[in-house]
């Protein structure tokens, strides 16, 4: 309850702001120390949000622990077979990987003319024509990677690939260059390499998804087939992992099936290519975490020198008041009441440059967002600093500052009456 009376004492709060007042510029140049350490630690800590949520971003659109998986040259003999052969992925492969790598989520088979430097599919709709990259496709592939149709178009279902209907969902760009502006494109017809599909939705291009364009057409993985007859032959496996699985693990065990499926050396590390999303995104969120420590590290550690600076400028502060102290003592003031003035003093500074420092951080990463707002190509959006953090500075602060305040409020403590009246 004294401590309480004290804190919130009239006369206490005006001895504080006394001393304040009596060495302006001291105390000004001092918290500038404190606020310097709490405005880096905002400053990156929002940075390194900014990225973390520009990469979430750009991985919206698919699944973060995917990976893609192809065929491609043997490098040691096995089994009979001499080096050099060239494994053909099968779409029962699928099944099989499903089997034996429990932790895949999703497997989506694909195929595709024209996207790895092949010529694409001749593609014509009246007059107009242009030649675009066909990829045959499962609905599972969307729930790797988000589709976004337009209007009331939709993607591909099962009922698609059922009756190896001739459907197919168009680009943005594709939809641009074959129909009339304003044009309705869905019902409609096209000619896919001579053969008739109706159009059944337009996909939004976005960004992010990883070799597609805005120009891409897809159609059931059987149409495909039976168009180009390619068999149960797959280019390549897009797969999604459980989000809670190791998923370079799960990249080695689809690797080491698919070459006891094809029979290939358990050593040949060039027989079957990959690309593990999920691992690319880890790293990247490891080195956005990576920034978030360091902005706590170097914020915390510029915000103890500059919580140190106070104390020295308080200790300075109570030899100057030697005999305000002592007249204060022998006047009756315990030493708690004298001890509690400095900490408040101490804690006083600290939290106030604390909080110039936040402002002052937020107007930064302000002017970060208003500038990065529009930069789509680059993985960077929100910088923003979770709320548990600034609450978590300020008290570290405050312990600090209570911690620091009790150098010179036990010196002041320390300071018997009779020496301090006869100090001139």
Known sequence: MNSLKIIFDRDTWQEIFGSIQKNKVRTIITII???WGIFI?????????GLDN?????FENIAMNSMFVWAQRTSMPYDGFKTG???????????ILKNNVPEIQFIAPRNTRGAFGGGGAQIVRGTKSGTYNI????PEYTKIATKKIYNNGRFINQS???????????????QKELFEEGEEPVGQFIRIDDIYFQVIGVHKFVPGGGFESDGDVFIPFATFRKLYNTGDDVDWFTIAAFDDVDVVAVEKNVKQTLKRIHRVDPRDERAFGS???????????????GMTFLSLVVGIATIIAGVIGIGNI???????????????????????????QIILESVFLTVVAGIFGIVLGAFVLAGINAGTANLEDFPYTNPTVPISFVLGALLIMVTLGTLIGLIPAQRAVSIKPIDALREE
């Open 54 to 58: 520009g990469f979430e971003r750009e």
């Open 135 to 138: 990829y045959g496709d499962f």
């Open 33 to 35: 120390g404190v606020l």
């Open 314 to 340: 308080l200790l300075i502060s109570v030899k100057e008041r030697t005999k305000e102290l002592g007249v204060r003592r022998a006047l009756g003031a315990t030493p708690s009441e004298v001890r509690m």
């Open 41 to 49: 630690y905002i400053a990156l800590s929002g940075s390194a949000n």
């Open 275 to 289: 690309f593990n999303l999920g691992e690319v995104f880890n790293r990247i969120m490891g080195f956005a975490r």
């Open 160 to 174: 698609d690939i059922d009756e190896s209907r001739k459907v197919c969902v168009i680009g943005e760009r594709t």
């Open 85 to 95: 052969r060239n494994p053909q992925l099968k779409l029962q492969d699928a099944q």
